[in-house]
């Protein structure tokens, strides 16, 4: 993977930040995204640089406007002369969300409507913009959009997250049978609940928490990294058969 470059949006924390890690440890570049934390975007750049002699940037993108990222691409254009990688990875929270994250019985379409646009639209718009360049080279690449199992498994307060991963993951069958010919292979990634910001700011945390440790034969709630290694080998030529699909990875949290 030496001398690959990824694009990964929401590299500031959580997951995100997890994935820029793995990825410039395996000598990828990498160009990651941020909506406020631009201090944080730049220790991180920092800090990548310094410790594995890869190139690392960042660009703020608001993923409520999706078509912004074709000037974030713009700007990716000027600093990198390759793309091999996409990974749609950040996600909204807080006022965003209101009318989109709680019981059934008081979601609102203007919430959900948001939560549509940072989950679905943001990953065609990211995933179009990656595919012109990909396709640059000709040598192929993978395309990611992080999903939760929170679209399979009820999950309290999620079902405006819920049905928009189940959303994209649908999105990311049919991207997958249009860009194959491209030989871009799209894939996503469906994560358990993972400790982050994105988990601490739900209302029962501790009872989220307690119940996934309950549920998963692992005993554990998932680590950012947990997520890491599915992104690795669908960006490695280990799975170079393998697109349209969801990996799951739950700790085991799903079929309990
Ligand atoms: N946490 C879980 O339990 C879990 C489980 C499975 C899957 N996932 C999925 O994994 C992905 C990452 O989740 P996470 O828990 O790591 O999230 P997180 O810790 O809340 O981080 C969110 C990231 O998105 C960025 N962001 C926030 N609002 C944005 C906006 N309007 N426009 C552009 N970027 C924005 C943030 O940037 P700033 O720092 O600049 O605000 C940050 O980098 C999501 O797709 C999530 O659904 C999460």
Sequence with gaps: MQGKTLFVSGGTRGIGKAIVYAFAQKGV??????????????????????????????????????????????????????????????????????????????????????????????????????????????EGGSIISMSSTGNLVYTPNYAGHGTNKAAVEAMVRYAAAELGEKNIRVNAVSGGPIDTDALKAFPNYEEVKAEVVRRSPLSRMGDVTDLTGACLFLCSKDSSWLTGQTIVVDGGTTFQ
């Design 29 to 138: 570049n990498v160009a990651f995204t941020y909506a406020s934390s631009a201090d944080t975007a730049n220790e991180i750049i920092a800090d990548i640089e310094d410790k594995y002699g890869v190139k690392c940037r960042a660009y703020k993108l608001d993923i409520l406007e999706p078509n912004t990222y074709k000037d974030v691409y713009k700007l990716f254009d000027e600093d990198f002369d390759r793309l091999d990688f996409f990974i749609s990875n950040a996600i909204i929270s807080g006022r965003a969300v209101v009318g989109g994250f709680g019981p059934f019985m008081r979601l609102k379409p203007r919430g959900l409507n948001n939560i549509y646009t940072a989950t679905v639209d943001a990953f065609v718009v990211g995933a179009q913009e990656a595919t012109k360049r990909i396709e640059k080279h000709g």
